[in-house]
């Protein structure tokens, strides 16, 4: 299995975490007290579940729907467990992104202006990722862990204070990034295959705001529905255009770079005690530092046009030598 590999969801576990990120929204919503703040909140969730659920169709239409009632969640999350007894790295990778999980980002242009104002209530939020670590057999000290690592990651990385981070999740980055990546960009890397135009990009937005990558219909191997946890950094070097999106927004390499020390600290190295897989991944690291750097004198050979790009695929660059510099220091200190 290769390094990539190792941050995909398949289709049900894609669902479950899915399914889970709405489980929490609806939490938010019913203890909503304002009317009108209230009816915002249920019209994003009704977009962004479209969006999901286009991500797990793909061509297909609405065969695959999130779960909505609590009973069958806990169901799932048993089947979940269950059937990761061997390997457990898909329910961190689960439990990782609904704990980042930030709602009511912009999931189209034209409500972007309206929903960037909803708050959500982070106690409700908190409760509910404390009880679904339960369920998915995962000690709740992981949660704080995740968070300190995350936080204190961004702030390394980014070299800004903490003014930036809104909620554990550091919401003020992913209203950066779904806002600031060009549409047809969204639309052509993070929806599945066969949607175009509007549904495309709101399917893309979908994805990436959940925390994921839409990879089937990529010719990836595994069955993988999506990758997250930071996995799309190595995407460059599996012949997709994940790479690409470093060259768009580098707040995405912040974010990505940021879980990436999170997996490797909390997950393969304090969980899992995975030495070789954590020097695999500090090796396609260097992989894509190298990949990356290729391409940006690839675009300095034509300046004045790439002028955009060679300015985020620089500072993503720059972002993902000092994860690497902390990923090795993570390995040093463990062993």
Not at 5 to 33: A, P, Y
Request: charged content about 25%; some cysteine.
């Amino acid at each position: 299995m290769s390094v990539l590999e190792k941050f995909g969801l398949d289709k049900r576990q894609t669902r479950l975490l899915f399914s889970l990120q709405r489980s929490l929204v609806m939490s938010d919503i019913e203890f909503e007290k304002n009317n009108t703040i209230k009816e915002k909140k249920e019209e994003w969730l009704q977009s962004w579940v479209k969006g999901v659920e286009d991500v797990l169709n793909g061509e297909e239409y609405h065969e695959w729907t999130l779960v909505e009632e609590e009973k069958q969640l806990i169901e799932e999350c048993e089947i979940a467990v269950k059937n990761c007894e061997n390997l457990r790295t898909p329910l961190y990778l689960i439990l990782l992104e609904l704990n980042l999980f930030v709602p009511y980002f912009p999931v189209d242009e034209i409500k972007f202006k309206t929903h960037e104002r909803v708050k959500y209530d982070k106690k409700i939020l908190n409760y509910n990722v404390v009880r679904y670590a339960r369920l998915l057999d995962i000690d709740e000290e992981f949660i704080e862990n995740t968070n300190k690592t995350f936080k204190k990651s961004v702030r390394s990385i980014s070299k800004v204070g903490t003014k930036m981070l809104a909620g554990a999740g550091g919401g003020a980055l992913l209203i950066a990034l779904t806002a600031g990546l060009a549409t047809p960009f969204i639309a052509g890397l993070a929806a599945p295959a066969g949607l175009a135009g509007a549904a495309a990009t709101n399917a893309g937005l979908a994805a990436i705001g959940g925390g994921a990558v839409a990879a089937g219909g990529m010719g990836m191997a595994g069955g993988m529905t999506v990758i997250v946890g930071g996995g799309s950094i190595f995407g460059s070097l599996s012949g997709m255009a994940l790479g690409g999106m470093l060259k768009d927004s580098s707040s995405l390499a912040l974010r990505e770079g940021a879980k990436l020390e999170v997996i490797m600290k909390e997950i393969i190295l304090s969980e899992q005690h995975d030495v070789r897989f954590a020097q695999e991944m500090i090796g396609e690291q260097k992989k894509v530092i190298k990949k990356l750097n290729e391409e940006l004198t690839d675009l300095e050979m034509n300046e004045k046009e790439n002028k955009k790009q060679i300015k985020n695929l620089s500072k993503s660059i720059q972002y993902l030598k000092t994860t690497l510099k902390r990923s090795e220091h993570n390995l040093d200190e463990f062993v």
